[in-house]
T-cell receptor, first 112, second 113 residues
């Protein structure tokens, strides 16, 4: 039962353009959503999060959008840089359980 | 603030052998998690501790995996006996409140041959 899904295994964009990574979830009890970035041989690093009471959160070049009715969130990176090339994981948690559930990940490649 | 420490970084064992991983969470973090990440997949939660009590171990293969958290601080994850399909990166994470602020260690890459 995949409660958090990232349907695009990979994404390639040109430097300076926008990267959009998508994530869908099925459990309506999730009330907090997070994006993590992972480089090879390292653990996931927290990037940005959003509470279910908001529909947008912005931090520098990174913006996360949440559409609760569609159970969908997306991460926008503008402008994309080659150093952004990594695997991006979407994750969700219910404050009732504290159990962080991850999607399968999307590998982003930003070409110079 | 020191991060989540894990050791060893890499381990290669033969199938049917046993192995143990160690995690030291961020000081003061009550919640500790062990995740298994198989290549090409997202991390899968194996066990969640709140202080030294188990909150969720529904995904832990209890016939071969065991975990404990001594005095609510350090934790060890053990596999005995190991199978080929246990080859993965084992990630430890800790959180202050179990909702946000999760911090991950660098993981232990296990290869079972």
């Amino acid at each position: 039962d995949q409660q958090v899904k990232q349907n695009s295994p990979s994404l390639s964009v040109q430097e300076g353009r926008i990267s959009i990574l998508n994530c869908d979830y099925t459990n309506s009890m999730f009330d907090y959503f997070l994006w993590y970035k992972k480089y090879p041989a390292e653990g996931p690093t927290f990037l940005i999060s959003i509470s279910s009471i908001k529909d947008k959160n912005e931090d520098g070049r990174f913006t996360v959008f949440l559409n609760k009715s569609a159970k969908h969130l997306s991460l926008h990176i503008v402008p994309s840089q080659p150093g952004d090339s990594a695997v991006y994981f979407c994750a969700a948690v219910s404050s009732n359980t504290g159990k962080l559930i991850f999607g399968q990940g999307t590998t982003l490649q930003v070409k110079p | 603030e020191a991060g989540v420490a894990q050791s060893p970084r890499y381990k290669i064992i033969e199938k049917r052998q046993s192995v143990a991983f160690w995690c030291n969470p961020i000081s003061g973090h009550a919640t500790l998690y062990w995740y298994q990440q198989i290549l090409g997949q997202g991390p899968k939660l194996l066990i969640q501790f709140q202080n030294n009590g188990v909150v969720d171990d529904s995904q832990l293969p209890k016939d071969r995996f065991s975990a404990e958290r001594l005095k609510g601080v350090d934790s060890t994850l053990k596999i005995q006996p190991a199978k080929l399909e246990d080859s993965a990166v084992y990630l430890c994470a800790s959180s202050l409140d179990g909702v946000a602020g999760y911090t991950f260690g660098s993981g232990t890459r296990l290869t079972v041959v």
